[in-house]
């Protein structure tokens, strides 16, 4: 069965740092690595999608990768804004379906 | 276009009550999937559908029916309430075709069961 783990759970820094959020999964059999951004209350948006046999992929300042063979995915953020503020989750593509397994979340504070 | 809707945002139900959530999409998608999502934990998968007439459990199915009657709507139904059930429930759909494709998420039902 597909875990997927997230940490740290939450974080905080200060407007303009770099940073980088981590995800971990038990089975490299997984099609895809997502992550999602979902602010307070809302729903989840989409922000990267990494195919099963791409290592990264970028939008603007996000910068995801992924490394099947140690089971790890990481967020990397470039010079961090207040408006990024949420909890970013990532999840796993599995099976037929592509059903997503998810992680619990990292909670973000960009502190201006 | 809308996206996905989900119907209503929040409930309260008394233990033993039934309901069904509603959700759909007006993007022309074929899957669509439930989650639910509990503090400190992620999201689970309790029923995907492929396409019209096709369901199938997820992690989380006990005590969840869902209903697939055409390629927009997609309803999750709780015949018997129980206080293990308060969640925030999401509805996402995804585009059909070849290729990794993500998913696109309802605003969520905030399901309060005492």
């Known amino acids: 069965k597909q875990e997927v783990t997230q940490i740290p759970a939450a974080l905080s820094v200060p407007e303009g740092e770099n940073l980088v959020l981590n995800c971990s999964f038990t089975?490299?059999?997984?099609?895809?690595l997502q992550w999602f951004r979902q602010d307070p209350g809302k729903g989840l948006t989409s922000l990267l999608l990494?195919?099963?046999?791409?290592r990264e992929q970028t939008s603007g300042r996000l910068n995801a990768s992924l490394d099947k063979s140690s089971g790890r995915s990481t967020l990397y953020i470039a010079a961090s804004q207040p408006g990024d503020s949420a909890t970013y989750l990532c999840?796993?593509?599995?099976?037929?379906?592509?059903?997503?397994?998810f992680g619990a979340g990292t909670i973000l504070r960009v502190k201006s | 276009n809308a996206g996905v809707t989900q119907t209503p945002k929040f409930q309260v139900l008394k233990t033993g009550q039934s309901m069904t959530l509603q959700c759909a999409q007006d993007?022309?998608?074929?899957?669509m999937y439930w989650y639910r999502q509990d503090p400190g934990m992620g999201l689970r998968l309790i029923y995907y559908?492929?396409?019209?007439?096709?369901?199938d459990k997820g992690e989380v199915p006990n005590g969840y029916n869902v209903s697939r009657l055409n390629k927009r709507e997609f309803s999750l139904r709780l015949e018997s309430a129980a206080p293990s059930q308060t969640s925030v429930y999401f509805c996402?759909?995804?585009?059909?075709?070849?290729?990794?494709?993500?998913?696109?998420f309802g605003p969520g039902t905030r399901l309060l069961v005492l």
């Open positions: 996402a759909s995804r585009p059909p075709g070849l290729g990794d494709k993500t998913q696109y």
């Open positions: 089975d490299s059999a997984i099609y895809n």
């Open positions: 990494i195919q099963s046999s791409q």
């Open positions: 999840a796993g593509g599995v099976e037929y379906g592509n059903k997503l397994v």
């Open positions: 993007m022309n998608h074929n899957s």
């Open positions: 559908s492929a396409s019209e007439g096709t369901t």
